[in-house]
T-cell receptor, first 111, second 112 residues
């Protein structure tokens, strides 16, 4: 079962920041938080991951709370092409490195 | 650079027919390999994963099987397809040093 909880849908205006929340209250100390997105009919695309510190790359920023029980993915300037299903995943750190996907958040970016 | 190839892109098969989907990875050695399925309007379900040649772990009981005959080849099979096997099948790879998965472009299977 997925270890994360996300709102089923969100929307934001084009050009504005999109803030996608995720709860992972049962996360273990060595488990990472990963974010992926899936645009319709395509394979999921890796966005970012982190352990305890905030992370930023060319796509997004990841803010993880101090107790690590929740996180927020931030798309600083959403575009129409960011419309997708966004998955927050806690990655198991055994040899399998499995990713168990939940239901995700369907983000709609409005013109 | 690393690439992942998955084929065919679409497939229509009759109920009771066999299935073989192939996934190959280039540019990396000893990757972990994964098969996922996404039913229409649903999330991604992990079906199988492999940490090495000949090593297959099944996540859910089903009508499918997987094999890894070579380090960078992962095959999903079925002897007799069911209607419920329809879906979008995705192969992915990962290296043990962390980082993200890379997914293939997927195979859309329709069982009729």
């Amino acid at each position: 079962d997925a270890k994360t909880t996300q709102p089923p849908s969100m929307d934001c205006a084009e050009g504005r920041a999109a803030n996608l929340p995720c709860n992972h209250s049962t996360i273990s100390g060595n488990e990472y938080v990963y974010w992926y997105r899936q645009i319709h009919s395509q394979g999921p695309q890796y966005i970012i991951h982190g352990l305890k510190n905030n992370e930023t790359n060319e796509m997004a920023s990841l803010i993880i709370t101090e107790d690590r029980k929740s996180s927020t993915l931030i798309l600083p300037h959403a575009t129409l092409r960011d419309t997708a299903v966004y998955y927050c995943i806690v990655r198991e750190m055994d040899s399998s490195y499995k990713l168990i996907f939940g239901s995700g958040t369907r983000l709609l970016v409005r013109p | 650079s690393q690439t992942i190839h998955q084929w065919p892109a679409t497939l229509v098969q009759p109920v009771g027919s066999p299935l073989s989907l192939e996934c190959t990875v280039e540019g990396t050695s000893n990757p972990n390999l994964y098969w996922y399925r996404q039913a229409a309007g649903r999330g991604l379900q992990l079906l199988f994963y492999s940490v090495g040649i000949g090593q297959i772990s099944s996540e859910v009981p089903q009508n499918l099987s997987a094999s890894r005959p070579q380090d960078r080849q992962f095959i999903l099979s079925s002897k007799k397809l069911l209607l419920s096997d329809s879906g979008f099948y995705l192969c992915a790879w990962s290296v043990l040093s962390g980082g993200g998965y890379t997914f293939g472009s997927g195979t859309r299977l329709t069982v009729v």
